[in-house]
Every structure is written in structure tokens, then in C-alpha cells.
């Protein structure tokens, strides 16, 4: 990909808030903003409508949105009367300030994505992580409920060895998570928990613990997008899993692993 890195000052005033300014764009550009909102959530979000609204005011021909962690995603249904849909909200503020394109690297949800109405491509970090576990090929791939069956069989295949998933319901009331096996192989005692997010812990807590109670000796959790907030380190420890590990969408000392191959790939298949 040819291209040019945009120079992007960045400020904060006494008061807290931010203040963005880009130097080298013209009508002529394209530019490509890469911003993850990674926690603090809220200031990073307002940081990359600045940097595409001062760009659309700059008359850029076309901004494209790389958002390697969407916040907020989760918040892509109402449960309860009174709920703000804030999914929706973060999208239509994205368009609002000149987005035309966005890519995001394992969107929560369908749901999540479904309320841009610009292209909005969805980046699979599948290749990136199955070239980290290359070596774990004696592992088991557990999915932690249901809806990550798909990417847990995808990277098992990748990985040439087997996977199995654990069947999860949580309260609407409460946010009180239950779980129980679904289908793992027997005979196995290495297994590999592997989620979109790992925020809290409690969904792989739960796995792990009924991956241990069936006989699992050796237990890794991984996801895309490790948040890794409310003491979940130690709650994971607690539960048997020995070792986490995540992707640099969200920069922590579990970034094991980067995602810019398939962001690139993305970008220069479909174009920015």
C-alpha cells in the first residue's frame, strides 16, 4: 500500500478536553483514520470524530474509519425500558462527522454493525492468531457459549486439531451468567478458551471451571479484545487457567499477538 502517514497533533486543555489538528491533508487525499477505542472509551470515541470531522473540513476526498476495538458494541440491543441503544448512537456519530467506510476487527455482533449505513467490513483476526497458537496443536479449541461456535471450529481447522463449546445463558435482570458443557472431545487434557472479549472473566471462569470438573489439566484463555477489568486476572487464575493472552486492539500485558496483517489485507482488498 502506498501511502503517507498523515501528521496528527494532539492536545489537552486544563479542563480535560482533547484538541486534535492535521497538518498535511488536501481535497486530494484519502485518508485512512486507525483509532481504536480502547478504554478511557468515551475520550478516544471523541478523538476519532475530531480527526475525521477537522479531515472532512480539510476537503478530503474520503475517510476510512480503521477501528480495531468498537466500544460500545455490546450495547447493540434494548433489554429493559428506558435503555440507551448506544451501538446505534457510536455509528450514527461516526457517519455524522464524514466516515464513508469502516473496518472493524471482530465486531461484537451483526447487530452492531448492522446501524452504519456507509460500508462497514468486518476484519476476522482468525490467520493472525492460529499463526500465534501454531504450536498448540495438542489443545482442544473451547468456544465459551454458543455464539462463538463458528470461530472456534474456523480455528480449530486452521490449527488442525479439534474444538467443543460450552453452553451459556445470562439473566436480563441480574447479568448473572450460567453455564454447563455443551460438546468437548474426550480424552483431552489440554483445551484453549477462546472468546471475542475478555472483559470481567466470567464467562471463561465458568468454562474453565467445567472444563477442570471434566478432567481438563492444562487451560489457556484467549480472545481478540482483552479488557481484562474488575480483578479478572485473578479470577481466571482462580479457576485453573494458567496462562491469557490477546491481540494489540487493546494494548495490555496480554497482547500476545497483532492484527495488522488482516487490517491491511482487508483495506487493500476491498480499498479504502
Not at 23 to 49: G, H, T
Not at 71 to 78: C, E, M, V
Not at 176 to 203: K, L, W, Y
Request: proline content about 5%.
Amino acid at each position: 500500500m502506498d501511502s503517507e502517514i498523515a501528521k496528527v497533533r494532539f492536545g489537552e486543555f486544563p479542563d480535560g478536553e482533547t484538541y486534535v489538528k492535521i497538518d498535511n491533508v488536501s481535497e486530494r487525499d484519502d485518508l485512512i483514520v486507525v483509532q481504536s477505542l480502547a478504554p478511557p472509551q468515551a475520550k478516544n470515541l471523541v478523538i476519532l470524530l475530531q480527526i475525521a470531522s477537522a479531515a472532512k473540513a480539510a476537503g478530503v476526498r474520503n475517510v476510512t474509519a480503521v477501528v480495531p476495538y468498537l466500544a460500545y458494541s455490546r450495547q447493540d440491543k434494548l433489554f429493559l425500558p428506558g435503555e440507551a441503544l448506544t451501538a446505534q448512537l457510536v455509528a450514527k456519530m461516526l457517519e455524522a462527522c464524514g466516515v464513508q467506510r469502516v473496518y472493524v476487527v471482530e465486531p461484537h455482533s451483526e447487530e452492531s454493525l448492522s446501524f452504519f449505513s456507509v460500508p462497514t467490513v468486518p476484519v476476522s483476526p482468525l490467520d493472525d492468531i492460529s499463526r500465534f497458537l501454531r504450536d498448540r496443536r495438542d489443545s482442544v479449541i473451547v468456544a465459551p457459549d454458543e455464539k462463538r461456535i463458528p470461530d472456534a471450529k474456523e480455528l480449530a481447522i486452521k490449527l488442525s486439531c479439534e474444538y467443543g463449546w460450552v453452553e451459556k445463558t445470562r439473566s436480563r435482570s441480574t447479568g448473572e451468567v450460567t453455564s454447563r458443557i455443551g460438546s468437548i472431545p474426550q480424552g483431552r487434557t489440554a483445551a484453549i478458551i477462546f472468546d471475542d472479549i475478555i472483559s470481567s472473566g466470567g464467562t471463561v471462569v465458568k468454562a474453565a471451571e467445567l472444563l477442570r470438573s471434566v478432567g481438563f489439566e492444562r487451560i489457556e484463555a484467549g480472545c481478540v479484545h482483552g479488557l481484562f477489568v474488575q480483578r479478572a486476572e485473578e479470577k481466571l487464575a482462580a479457576a485453573g487457567v494458567g496462562s491469557a493472552f490477546a491481540s494489540d486492539t487493546i494494548e495490555s500485558k496480554f497482547t500476545k499477538y497483532s492484527v495488522a496483517d488482516s487490517v491491511i489485507k482487508s483495506i487493500e482488498k476491498d480499498g479504502p
